[in-house]
Each structure stands twice: as C-alpha cells, then as structure tokens.
C-alpha cells in the first residue's frame, strides 16, 4: 500500500521560498499521479496542481501558476512542491496526495501535510 | 470549472443518530464523486469514491448516494470518532481547479 511522509514544517519571511518533500513507499512514483492540496488554518481543500496523467506533464491551478513547481526525482521516489514569493496569505498545511494514473481521480492517500508559517 | 457546494455547514447530531450531509455539483459529474473525513489536526482520509463505494477500512454505516449534480453522504449511526469536517470532492472534470466543496462540519449536538 502507499505511504507518504512529507518534510517538516517551515517558517519563512516573506517573500521567500519553501520546498517541500513527499516520500512515497510502496509503489514508485511512476505509477502514481502525484498533486498537492493546501489547506489554509480554518479553511477548506484547495487544490494547487498535479501531474496530468494523459500527456505527461504537471498542471497547476491558475491561482498559482508563476509561483509554484512541482517536480518529481523517480530515482528515490520523492516528490517536491517549491512556492516562491510567500506572502502572508500562503501561511497552510501543505498535503500532497496520489490518485490513480486517470484523470479521473480521487486521492488516496495523503501525506500527512507540512505547516508552512510566512511571517515577518 | 465546475463548483461544489455542500450543505449545512454545520451539523448538529447526538451520538447514535443519522446524520445526512449533501453535495451539489454546478453541472453534472457523472458518478464522479469522493467523500473524504478531516478530523483536527490529521490529513484528510477517503471514504467514498465513485459516489458510492466504500474505499477499503471504511465502516459501512457511512454510504454514499447519488449521480449527476446531487450526492449524499449518510452517516446510519454517528459513533464519538464520526465527528469530524466532510467534503466532497468532483473529479468528472480537469484541470481539478475548485474540485472540493468548502465542508460540512459535523459536531456534537
């Protein structure tokens, strides 16, 4: 079964930038469709980008599109999402979450998310 | 992009009660539908996908019921580790931009 361990939390100025990791053990990253979803403190899901099983790239949401890379490196099966000029607003838990290599979906598992704090 | 809207908000059930959560899609999704549990300070967990089916460990008296741009999640009998926030999720649609509702927290009545 899947398993997915992130990095730990992260406390920046912002500005700034933060990269976090996701483990995967299990199965290969290859034979998963990786995303992340954030979670702002008292808020719901919001789904930042994902790799798009169909033609092999990674997709982001509009809302973050310049300011977010996600990248995988398949030869220790850890995926990475890198957010640059934080602001206060992308203070969040962080998930990443696997899905079935369809665009069709859901997401299971899920990390066990990393707080990133942007704070002066 | 399709918007997800879930309704209540809030729910207030006593333990051993039904509780009875929904979801509304902006356009059809098909069956195209996944239920998720979020208890504080944990990772979101899947309970129902493809609108209806049980994802592996999940106690049957959670159920999902629907197709289309209306979907229920039924919790028979609420047990103390049920209370929890709920969302739905569609993923009929992509880019998954929007692809959750906001929640429905089930609390304690």
């Known amino acids: 079964q899947v398993q997915l361990v992130q990095s730990g939390a992260e406390v920046k100025k912002p500005g700034a930038s933060v990269k976090v990791s996701c483990k995967v053990s299990g199965y290969t990253l290859t034979e998963l469709s990786m995303h992340w979803v954030r979670q702002a403190p008292g808020k719901g899901l919001e789904w930042m980008g994902g790799f798009d099983p169909e033609d092999g790239e990674t997709i982001y949401a509009q809302k973050f599109q310049g300011r977010v890379t996600m990248t995988e490196d398949t030869s220790t099966d850890t995926a990475y999402m890198e957010l640059s000029s934080l602001r206060s607003e992308d203070t969040a838990v962080y998930y990443c979450?696997?899905?079935?290599?369809?665009?069709?979906?859901?997401?299971?598992?899920w990390g066990q998310g990393t707080l990133v704090t942007v704070s002066s | 992009e399709i918007v997800m809207t879930q309704s209540p908000a809030t729910l207030s059930v006593s333990p051993g009660e039904r509780a009875t959560l929904s979801c509304r899609a902006s356009?059809?999704?098909?069956?195209?539908l996944a239920w998720y549990q979020q208890k504080p300070g944990q990772a979101p967990r899947l309970l129902i996908y493809g609108a209806s089916t049980r994802a592996t460990g999940i106690p049957a008296r959670f159920s999902g019921s629907g197709s289309g741009t209306e979907f229920t999640l039924t919790i028979s009998s609420l047990q103390s580790e049920d209370f929890a926030v709920y969302y739905c999720?569609?993923?009929?649609?992509?880019?998954?931009?929007?692809?959750f509702g906001q929640g429905t927290k089930v609390e304690i009545k």
């Open positions: 356009q059809s999704v098909s069956s195209n």
């Open positions: 979450a696997t899905g079935l290599l369809s665009r069709a979906n859901w997401f299971d598992p």
């Open positions: 999720q569609q993923y009929n649609n992509w880019p998954p931009e929007g692809t």
